[in-house]
C-alpha cells in the first residue's frame, strides 16, 4: 500500500495509563472504500487505539496521517475536522431529546442565539433517507431500541461529514437483524468512498465483512490479513493466544452439596431468537466454576436471570430451593452474593460514606437493621471490619466511595459480599479495571472463600483469570454453554474457538 493509497495511516502508536502499555508501537493503514477490521480479545487495546485515532485520548508517541497529512489531535473536535467519527460500543444520547435534536447536538444549525429547528430536521431526514435508516427523526431517543439508538449515533458522525467511521463492537448487542442491517448501512457508506473500522470479537462476521484485518493481542499488532488469506481457526488462535498461568493443586476438594443449579433457563423475546438459550449448570461448594465468552454471547443475561433483574423460563435454584418467585432483595437475603459487572452502577453508591455502602444489599439484615430503625454504627463497624481485613486503603467508615481508587472499591465491594457469610457468590468480572495489585488480592481472596466452601460463579473476560481460579471452565457462545473444559489441561486455542464460534467437534 503506497502513502496515497491510504486514507489514515497510524505508525507507532503509543499510549501509557501509568506502568501499564495500552498500545505499543502499533502500525494501522486505512484505505478509502473498504471495511477494516481490528480484532483482539478483551483487553488487547483496540478501543484505546480508536480513542486515540477519534481525539478523545492523545498518544503519548506515533504518528496519524489523514490523506498523507500528520495531525495532533487534542480534542475530538480536531479528528472531527479531518473526517473521523466514531460510534462508540456504549452510546451517547441524551434520551429526553428527539433524533433530530441528538444528531445536531453542539453542531446546530442557525445562529448562537437562535436553532434554525426546520433546517436541522429536514438535514437529518435526508441523511437518514440517503442510507437507508428506516428511522422516525422526530421519536424521542428514550423510546427507541438498541439498533435504532445505534442507528442515531451513526447519523451523529455522518452529520459532520465523517469519511473515516469507526465502530466499536457496533453487533455487540445487536440481533441478527439488526446486525444485518447495519452490515447493509456499512456497505452503501463504503460504496461513496468513506473508510469503515470495525472492532470486533466475532470473527464470522469479521471474515464475512471486512476487507482488511488487523489483530492486536495485549497492544500490539500480531498479525494482518485478509478475510481470503486466514482461516477461523487462525485467526482465533491469534486473537486469544495467551502465556498459560501456572495453577496449583487444590489441597481441598470440591463439596457434594450443589448450591446453584440453573434449569433451562431461557431469556429473550417469543418469536425471536433468545438472549439467553436454554442454559442449565451447577456450581458445588468449595468450587469455582468460571464462564468464558465474547461479551454480548449471553452472559449478562445469565446474571440478571440469577439475580432476578430479568423476566425468564426454566429455573433457578439456590441450596435445594427453587428461588424463581424472590425479588432481587429476597434473593440476596437467602445468600447469593453478587459482585457486579460494573461497580459505579450497580455495586455502590459513589456519594456515600463507606458506612453506608457496606449495608448496600443488606440493610434488612441484623446489625445493620434495628427493629424499625437503620444502625449507622453497626454498619461503621461493619466498614471498618471490611477495611481492616481486606486492606482497603483510601479513608475510613466517613470516606466517600467515590473518594478510594477503583482497585480499592472493588477490594470493599468483595469485602462487603464476602463478609455476608453468603450460600454462593456470583462474580462478574471482578478484576475489571483494576491493577495488577489489587488483583492479586482479589484472586487471594476468592480462593480463600473457595477453600472456606464457597461456592462461585465466576463470569470473566480475562482468561488468565478464568484459568487461574476455574475449577470447571463453561464457554459460552450465541446464548448457549457450548463447552466444559478443563482449565487444567485445555489450550488458548482451544478456548478461542469455542468463544468464537470456530470449534469444529
Same mark, same amino acid.
Given at each position: 500500500?503506497?502513502?496515497?493509497?491510504?486514507?489514515?495511516?497510524?505508525?507507532?502508536?503509543?499510549?501509557?495509563?501509568?506502568?501499564?502499555?495500552?498500545?505499543?508501537?502499533?502500525?494501522?493503514?486505512?484505505?478509502?472504500?473498504? =471495511?477494516? #477490521?481490528? /480484532?483482539?480479545?478483551? $483487553?488487547? +487495546?483496540?478501543?484505546?487505539?480508536?480513542?486515540? *485515532?477519534?481525539?478523545?485520548? &492523545?498518544?503519548?508517541?506515533?504518528?496519524?496521517?489523514?490523506?498523507?497529512?500528520?495531525?495532533?489531535?487534542?480534542?475530538?473536535?480536531?479528528?472531527?475536522?479531518?473526517?473521523?467519527?466514531?460510534?462508540?460500543?456504549?452510546?451517547?444520547?441524551?434520551?429526553?431529546?428527539?433524533?433530530?435534536?441528538?444528531?445536531?447536538?453542539?453542531?446546530?444549525?442557525?445562529?448562537?442565539?437562535?436553532?434554525?429547528?426546520?433546517?436541522?430536521?429536514?438535514?437529518?431526514?435526508?441523511?437518514?433517507?440517503?442510507?437507508?435508516?428506516?428511522?422516525? =427523526?422526530? #421519536?424521542? /431517543?428514550?423510546?427507541? $431500541?438498541? +439498533?435504532?439508538?445505534?442507528?442515531?449515533?451513526? *447519523?451523529?458522525?455522518?452529520? &459532520?461529514?465523517?469519511?473515516?467511521?469507526?465502530?466499536?463492537?457496533?453487533?455487540?448487542?445487536?440481533?441478527?437483524?439488526e446486525a444485518a442491517a447495519l452490515?447493509?448501512?456499512?456497505?452503501?457508506?463504503?460504496?461513496?468512498?468513506?473508510?469503515?473500522?470495525?472492532?470486533?470479537?466475532?470473527?464470522?462476521?469479521?471474515?464475512?465483512?471486512?476487507?482488511?484485518?488487523?489483530?492486536?493481542?495485549?497492544?500490539?499488532?500480531?498479525?494482518?490479513?485478509?478475510?481470503?488469506?486466514?482461516?477461523?481457526?487462525?485467526?482465533?488462535?491469534?486473537?486469544?493466544?495467551?502465556?498459560?498461568?501456572?495453577?496449583?493443586?487444590?489441597?481441598?476438594?470440591?463439596?457434594?452439596?450443589?448450591?446453584?443449579?440453573?434449569?433451562?433457563?431461557?431469556?429473550?423475546?417469543?418469536?425471536?431468537?433468545?438472549?439467553?438459550?436454554?442454559?442449565?449448570?451447577?456450581?458445588?461448594?468449595?468450587?469455582?466454576?468460571?464462564?468464558?465468552?465474547?461479551?454480548?454471547?449471553?452472559?449478562?443475561?445469565?446474571?440478571?436471570?440469577?439475580?432476578?433483574?430479568?423476566?425468564?423460563?426454566?429455573?433457578?435454584?439456590?441450596?435445594?430451593?427453587?428461588?424463581?418467585?424472590?425479588?432481587?432483595?429476597?434473593?440476596r437475603a437467602l445468600g447469593v452474593?453478587?459482585?457486579?459487572?460494573?461497580?459505579?452502577?450497580?455495586?455502590?453508591?459513589?456519594?456515600?460514606?463507606?458506612?453506608?455502602?457496606?449495608?448496600?444489599?443488606?440493610?434488612?439484615?441484623?446489625?445493620?437493621?434495628?427493629?424499625?430503625?437503620?444502625?449507622?454504627?453497626?454498619?461503621?463497624?461493619?466498614?471498618?471490619?471490611?477495611?481492616?481485613?481486606?486492606?482497603?486503603?483510601?479513608?475510613?467508615?466517613?470516606?466517600?466511595?467515590?473518594?478510594?481508587?477503583?482497585?480499592?472499591?472493588?477490594?470493599?465491594?468483595?469485602?462487603?459480599?464476602?463478609?455476608?457469610?453468603?450460600?454462593?457468590?456470583?462474580?462478574?468480572?471482578?478484576?475489571?479495571?483494576?491493577?495488577?495489585?489489587?488483583?492479586?488480592?482479589?484472586?487471594?481472596?476468592?480462593?480463600?472463600?473457595?477453600?472456606?466452601?464457597?461456592?462461585?460463579?465466576?463470569?470473566?473476560?480475562?482468561?488468565?483469570?478464568?484459568?487461574?481460579?476455574?475449577?470447571?471452565?463453561?464457554?459460552?457462545?450465541?446464548?448457549?454453554?457450548?463447552?466444559?473444559?478443563?482449565?487444567?489441561?485445555?489450550?488458548?486455542?482451544?478456548?478461542?474457538?469455542?468463544?468464537?464460534?470456530?470449534?469444529?467437534?
Amino acid at each position: 500500500m503506497t502513502e496515497q493509497e491510504a486514507l489514515v495511516r497510524l505508525t507507532g502508536i503509543v499510549k501509557r495509563y501509568g506502568t501499564f502499555t495500552a498500545n505499543d508501537r502499533i502500525d494501522v493503514a486505512v484505505r478509502p472504500g473498504t =471495511v477494516h #477490521a481490528i /480484532v483482539g480479545e478483551n $483487553g488487547a +487495546g483496540k478501543s484505546t487505539l480508536m480513542k486515540v *485515532l477519534a481525539g478523545d485520548v &492523545r498518544a503519548d508517541e506515533g504518528t496519524i496521517e489523514v490523506d498523507g497529512k500528520p495531525h495532533d489531535f487534542r480534542s475530538p473536535r480536531d479528528a472531527q475536522r479531518v473526517g473521523i467519527g466514531i460510534v462508540h460500543q456504549h452510546f451517547l444520547l441524551a434520551d429526553a431529546l428527539r433524533v433530530w435534536e441528538n444528531v445536531v447536538l453542539a453542531d446546530e444549525p442557525g445562529t448562537p442565539w437562535h436553532l434554525d429547528s426546520a433546517a436541522a430536521r429536514d438535514h437529518v431526514a435526508r441523511l437518514a433517507e440517503a442510507n437507508d435508516f428506516q428511522i422516525d =427523526v422526530d #421519536a424521542l /431517543v428514550r423510546d427507541l $431500541g438498541v +439498533g435504532d439508538r445505534q442507528r442515531v449515533e451513526i *447519523l451523529k458522525v455522518l452529520y &459532520r461529514e465523517a469519511r473515516v467511521i469507526i465502530l466499536d463492537e457496533p453487533t455487540a448487542v445487536l440481533v441478527p437483524s439488526e446486525a444485518a442491517a447495519l452490515f447493509r448501512s456499512i456497505r452503501t457508506l463504503t460504496a461513496r468512498g468513506a473508510a469503515v473500522i470495525f472492532i470486533s470479537h466475532k470473527l464470522d462476521e469479521v471474515l464475512a465483512f471486512a476487507d482488511e484485518i488487523t489483530v492486536i493481542r495485549a497492544g500490539r499488532v500480531v498479525g494482518h490479513t485478509t478475510p481470503a488469506e486466514t482461516t477461523p481457526r487462525q485467526l482465533a488462535a491469534l486473537m486469544v493466544e495467551v502465556e498459560m498461568p501456572t495453577v496449583e493443586p487444590r489441597e481441598i476438594p470440591v463439596g457434594d452439596v450443589v448450591v446453584l443449579e440453573t434449569v433451562a433457563v431461557t431469556v429473550g423475546t417469543p418469536g425471536e431468537r433468545p438472549l439467553l438459550d436454554e442454559v442449565s449448570l451447577q456450581v458445588r461448594s468449595g468450587e469455582i466454576v468460571g464462564i468464558a465468552g465474547v461479551e454480548g454471547n449471553g452472559q449478562s443475561e445469565l446474571l440478571s436471570a440469577l439475580l432476578g433483574r430479568t423476566d425468564y423460563s426454566g429455573s433457578v435454584v439456590v441450596d435445594g430451593r427453587a428461588i424463581d418467585d424472590l425479588r432481587t432483595k429476597d434473593r440476596r437475603a437467602l445468600g447469593v452474593a453478587y459482585i457486579p459487572e460494573d461497580r459505579h452502577r450497580d455495586g455502590l453508591v459513589l456519594d456515600f460514606s463507606l458506612a453506608e455502602n457496606s449495608a448496600l444489599g443488606y440493610q434488612q439484615r441484623k446489625p445493620i437493621k434495628r427493629g424499625w430503625w437503620f444502625s449507622r454504627s453497626a454498619a461503621t463497624a461493619t466498614a471498618q471490619a471490611i477495611i481492616e481485613r481486606f486492606d482497603v486503603r483510601g479513608g475510613g467508615p466517613s470516606a466517600t466511595a467515590a473518594s478510594l481508587s477503583g482497585g480499592n472499591q472493588q477490594k470493599f465491594i468483595i469485602g462487603r459480599e464476602l463478609g455476608s457469610k453468603p450460600t454462593v457468590l456470583v462474580a462478574a468480572h471482578p478484576t475489571r479495571g483494576v491493577d495488577v495489585g489489587a488483583q492479586s488480592a482479589v484472586w487471594a481472596e476468592l480462593v480463600s472463600a473457595r477453600d472456606a466452601g464457597l461456592g462461585t460463579l465466576l463470569v470473566s473476560a480475562d482468561l488468565d483469570e478464568l484459568l487461574a481460579l476455574s475449577d470447571r471452565l463453561l464457554v459460552m457462545y450465541g446464548g448457549r454453554v457450548v463447552a466444559e473444559l478443563d482449565p487444567r489441561h485445555v489450550t488458548a486455542t482451544e478456548i478461542g474457538e469455542h468463544m468464537t464460534g470456530t470449534h469444529s467437534r
